[in-house]
């Protein structure tokens, strides 16, 4: 094969050009034959040529060329002038008393340099910026849902005026239809006498014509007519209308009158955002600082709570406090640090149904009534019933980022299970059915547990799975298990709670451990550390893991990250 014409061939020593390339000249950049390399050394003594194997050809550092001595590699670095020399710059009087370094110190420190500015975009900037992005994409969704209601209140509003204006006809017509009718009534009243007059007047017009031919002239003479009568008329009766006034009202006016939107406009705060990185925020789509898992969690403490016979439920009030419920009618806020109960609420539950329970943003204890059917917060130790007469029974409860309540709930053959989202007591959002139109929820007599995510994912304990949709109720996805679950039982979830981190987390009822997966429901580890039928769960502001052990009533607290 003729190497100067052929389209493909191996690759030619630049010398001879027609050896395949064996070696390489590291320091000028030379393909060689092994023939070759002799000649090409002894072509230019003046610099250490570096041969190496082809396949390990630009190993060698590749020393940048002066820009006065043509084909000198600079190996020193002029910190004063800032830049790189050869060995003819040094013994010239250019850089004489500047202080030199060599090239390779200054690589490795530029090296550094850019390996920090790597971990500042890895781990701080690009995170950041992804928050920045899901932040604002929560913004956005949340702007839609407020403009939606906005737009909903003032139709509303419209439809309350309508009916005022449907009111306020409806009674002025009334008032016509009264006066219409009572003066038709004294209207009928004058016929109706009129008729009887006309009747009579008809009588005694026959009465003076058998008068008049009568033959019986006593008859004639003592007969006398009742003409007077018939002549007083009686009197015209002339109805008197009422008459309708419109108020004129200006557009303007009718405006003003129906209400008005306050000023409004977009407003950016240069310091909205940060890139530091033990920033913590419990706000939905701030942008967390980056934690990892800990390869083995560790018992940091443990409460005896002296509940009966079990422990359900646990809900933080603060870092040092938490709230729990188990098998009777009280409820108890514990000090992490001193594991004694700080307050006991007494309830009116039934001991036989367990209450979920929860906190919201202002710092207050829910609670469901299964029985009851009603949803109860606790005020300066004062229950009220914030949600009541509920068609379905509730069950698990939680408080979310914007304030509302998200409370799931059963039907009364536990045929149906149905998100239900509640702004005070009014009802905003229903998610029962999917895309096709089946059921999200599964049904049967279990308690599920319910929790809002960072991204405003609606995660939900839900008998062998945990189902996830979005803010919108769409389905997401279902987590079913991770095998092997480490006592290789069915998967039981029970409470679930999430972190910082969007993570989410349940405890494995039959498992003894707590699964984590991430908000995309890709299983990431087990908390294994020595639990027994956990059941509630919830997470602090420093993402430390509260868990509700059932049979043994006990918390225990557990770092995890």
Not at 344 to 369: C, E, H, M, W
Not at 456 to 485: E, W
């Amino acid at each position: 094969m003729d190497p100067h014409t052929s389209a493909q061939d191996v690759m030619r020593c630049d010398l001879c050009e027609t050896a395949v390339v064996q070696m390489h000249c590291d320091t000028c950049f030379v393909n060689l034959c092994k023939a070759c390399v002799g000649e090409h050394i002894s072509a230019d003594l003046s610099k250490p040529h570096k041969i190496v194997d082809f396949k390990d050809r630009k190993s060698t550092p590749l020393y940048p060329g002066c820009t006065t001595h043509f084909k000198e590699r600079c190996q020193m670095y002029c910190k004063q002038c800032v830049i790189s020399v050869c060995t003819k710059c040094i013994v010239s009087d250019e850089h004489l008393g500047h202080k030199l370094s060599e090239i390779g110190q200054i690589i490795d420190e530029k090296r550094n340099s850019i390996v920090q500015e790597q971990t500042e975009l890895n781990e701080a900037i690009y995170p950041t910026y992804k928050g920045i992005a899901s932040d604002v994409q929560n913004r956005m969704s949340q702007l839609e849902k407020k403009f939606e209601d906005l737009s909903a209140s003032i139709t509303k509003h419209g439809e309350v005026w309508h009916i005022e204006i449907d009111i306020i006809v409806k009674n002025l017509k009334a008032v016509v239809d009264k006066l219409k009718n009572k003066q038709l009534e004294t209207l009928q009243k004058q016929l109706n006498e009129t008729e009887q007059k006309i009747s009579k007047i008809g009588e005694e017009i026959k009465l003076l014509e058998n008068a008049i031919d009568s033959k019986d002239i006593s008859k004639l003479l003592s007969f006398k007519s009742n003409l007077d009568e018939y002549r007083e008329l009686p009197q015209k009766i002339m109805p008197s209308l009422p008459v309708f006034s419109p108020k004129r009202i200006q557009g303007d006016q009718i405006r003003k009158l129906f209400g008005v939107l306050t000023s409004h406009s977009l407003t950016s705060d240069k310091h909205g955002y940060s890139l530091k990185i033990n920033q913590k925020s419990t706000e939905a789509g701030s942008s967390p600082p980056v934690k990892r898992l800990l390869d083995k969690p560790e018992t940091v403490t443990t409460i005896d709570t002296g509940y009966r016979t079990s422990l359900y439920n646990v809900a933080c009030q603060c870092d040092e406090q938490i709230w729990t419920s188990g098998d009777d009618n009280t409820m108890k806020l514990f000090s992490i640090n001193l594991s004694s109960v700080l307050k006991s609420i007494r309830t009116n539950l039934s001991p036989f149904f367990q209450a979920d329970i929860a906190v919201t943003k202002s710092g207050d204890l829910v609670y469901t009534d299964h029985n009851d059917r009603t949803v109860n917060i606790v005020k300066n130790e004062k229950t009220e019933k914030v949600i009541r007469q509920l068609k379905l029974k509730p069950d698990g409860i939680c408080s979310t980022f914007s304030g509302d309540l998200l409370v799931i709930m059963n039907s009364g053959d536990y045929k149906e299970s149905i998100v239900v989202r509640f702004s005070g007591s009014t009802e905003k959002q229903t998610i029962q059915f999917d895309d096709t139109g089946k059921p999200i929820y599964s049904s049967g007599f279990y308690h599920r547990h319910i929790i809002e995510n960072r991204n405003l994912d609606i995660c939900v304990a839900d008998s062998k799975a945990v189902v996830v949709v979005n803010q919108a109720g769409k389905m997401r996805f279902r987590y079913t298990g991770h095998n092997p679950a480490p006592k290789n039982n069915p998967f039981s979830p029970r409470g679930i709670t999430t972190d910082s981190q969007s993570h989410i987390l349940t405890a494995d009822y039959y498992n003894d451990c707590v699964h984590i997966i991430d908000q995309d429901g890709q299983f990431l580890r087990y908390i294994d550390c020595g639990l027994s039928n956990p059941h509630g769960l919830c997470t602090d502001a420093n993402d430390n893991l509260f868990v509700a052990e059932c049979t043994n009533k006990q918390v225990k607290k557990i770092k995890y990250m």
